[in-house]
């Protein structure tokens, strides 16, 4: 499996695992735990979402000095796509941070 491959499965694994932690926060009846799920999907979806955006750089560089232009754009659009979820995520976090600790 190409390493590159192999993190973007990590990376949709660890998205379905944070998307559990948002399912078990919405159906959940204790307010500390909803929130501690949310706070705890918002850390994974930023980490894994800085470690694809990182991945996809360095790989996207190797395949563009190959000579492989369109898998290279296609890395590209996909670090993209991951740090905006990851912005995204780190936003929804600061938002919970401020709202319940902090506030």
Known sequence: MHPYLRILV???VAMII??????????????????FALLAAGLVAVVM???LFVQ????????W???????????ALAGGLAIVVASV???GGIVLLLTFFLG
């Open 56 to 63: 996809s750089w360095v790989w996207s560089q190797r395949s």
């Open 10 to 12: 990590i990376a949709l």
């Open 49 to 51: 979402g800085g470690l």
């Open 65 to 75: 000095r190959e000579g492989s232009r369109g898998l290279s754009l296609a890395m």
């Open 89 to 91: 995520a780190a936003a």
């Open 18 to 35: 944070a998307g559990a932690l948002v399912a078990l926060a919405l159906a959940g009846r204790n307010t500390m735990l909803s929130v």
